[in-house]
């Protein structure tokens, strides 16, 4: 079992920046990937970026230039540093990691960009 516990969300002004960390415990040694996923209202969650544990990541073409995905393996944790923020990033923001049987999530939390 992973267990994800996210943090940093809240509300921002558009063109702001906000960070996003996401801490894993449990069988850590077993996550190839970790990285963050979206839903916002009426929408279908989206995936946003990811990191394997090599540094290899890969970007939603919507953030791509905005938002950049890291990983600290020492901590186990992963972060999400949003840069010039728009009102479309509303959404609930949620960690993964992925394991070879499958993907955990974490709880989620929520962005707003609003003036």
């Known amino acids: 079992q992973v267990q994800l516990v996210e943090s940093g969300g809240g509300l921002e002004q558009p063109g702001g920046s906000l960070r996003l960390s996401c801490a894993a415990s449990g069988r850590i040694s077993s996550i190839n990937s970790m990285g963050w996923y979206r839903q916002a209202p009426g929408k279908q969650r989206e995936l946003v970026a990811t990191a394997t544990s090599d540094g290899i990541t890969n970007y939603a073409d919507s953030v791509k230039g905005r938002f950049t995905i890291s990983r600290d393996n020492g901590k186990n944790t992963v972060y999400l540093q949003m840069s010039s923020l728009k009102r479309e990033d509303t959404a609930v923001y949620y960690c993964?990691?992925?394991?070879?049987?499958?993907?955990?999530w974490g709880q989620g939390t929520q962005v707003t960009v609003s003036s």
């Open positions: 993964t990691a992925a394991v070879v049987t499958g993907i955990y």
